[in-house]
């Protein structure tokens, strides 16, 4: 797998030919500066932060994290990254279709830490919160896919 850094429009000698170019480029996420990740090493990221939640969610005491976030900002927080890692890994498939996965993932978890070896207390509230935040940050991939096909067509 080669894991050189794509670049989407221009590559690194063009732009970077002689010391300092007379005129620095428009930093915009799409103007080609941003090297584009392969999209297996998105999904493994996914499904390594997905194995992470769920063991994360299942230990009986988690460890703690800097600023000590109540448990439903942990919550949103990872659901709203698998949201983008997701989004990231698999951009052919519907954003709908990943928000019901991710859902229904988070229910599995709160399902699991209903079982009294786990010592965890299960919430419906959690499950809601892992919803909500993937639902927020997909709709937020959703509207930045939108521009961006509004920026390709007035382009052409």
């Known amino acids: 797998m080669n894991l050189e850094p794509h670049f989407t429009k221009m590559d690194a000698e063009t732009r970077f030919a002689g010391d300092l170019p007379l005129q620095l480029p428009a930093l915009h996420p799409y103007d080609?500066?941003?090297?584009?990740?392969p999209p297996t090493l998105l999904r493994?990221?996914?499904w390594a932060a997905a194995v992470l939640s769920l063991f994360m969610a299942e230990l009986p005491k988690p460890p703690a994290i800097p600023g000590d976030p109540s448990d439903k900002v942990q919550h949103m927080?990872?659901?709203?990254t698998l949201g983008a890692l997701a989004a990231a890994a698999y951009p052919r498939t519907r954003l709908l279709t990943i928000l019901l996965g991710l859902s229904a993932?988070?229910?599995a978890i709160e399902i699991f830490q209903m079982n009294p070896l786990v010592s965890r207390d299960a919430s419906w509230w959690d499950w809601i919160a892992d919803t909500v935040a993937a639902g927020a940050m997909l709709f937020f991939v959703h509207r930045l896919r939108a521009k961006r096909r509004l920026e390709t067509a007035e382009q052409a």
């Open 32 to 37: 080609g500066w941003m090297p584009r990740i």
């Open 44 to 46: 493994i990221a996914f």
């Open 77 to 80: 927080i990872a659901f709203a």
């Open 105 to 107: 993932f988070g229910g």
